[in-house]
Nanobody, 133 residues
Framework: DVQLVESGGGLVQPGGSLRLSCVASLRTRGNYCIGWFRQGPGKEREGVAVVDANGSPSYADSVKGRFTISRDNDKNTLYLQMNALSPEDTAMYYC???????????????????????????WGQGTLVVVFS
């Protein structure tokens, strides 16, 4: 049973930074994808940043150069460092995992996921990020 627990959301002004954390209890062999997804007001859920079992990251175009995904395997924690935040980044941010992803497929989640498709069988409860001036 996979458990994902996010934290770190909050209120921030444009240009500011936040770091999200996701404590992930994963017990799986083979490839998997784990990453960050978000859903803004009136928008579809979308992929933000994902890593595969080897730690290879992929990012949505909208966050490249501003967001960095990383993980600490000793702490079973996934992070999302978000810099240069803008109001368009306001959303509920979720940590989610696909435990059966074939190798080389995780980038699909950050590049194309829009709320359907894929096999994201595990989701956290979400953490809210609000960017306002």
């Amino acid at each position: 049973d996979v458990q994902l627990v996010e934290s770190g959301g909050g209120l921030v002004q444009p240009g500011g930074s936040l770091r999200l954390s996701c404590v992930a209890s994963l017990r799986t062999r083979g490839n998997y994808c784990i990453g960050w997804f978000r859903q803004g007001p009136g928008k579809e859920r979308e992929g933000v940043a994902v890593v595969d079992a080897n730690g290879s990251p992929s990012y949505a175009d909208s966050v490249k150069g501003r967001f960095t995904i990383s993980r600490d395997n000793d702490k079973n924690t996934l992070y999302l460092q978000m810099n240069a935040l803008s109001p368009e980044d306001t959303a509920m941010y979720y940590c989610a995992a696909d435990l059966s992803a074939p190798p080389g497929t995780c980038a699909w989640y950050s590049e194309h996921y829009s709320g359907t498709g894929g096999a994201l069988g595990a989701w956290g409860q979400g953490t809210l990020v609000v960017v306002f001036s």
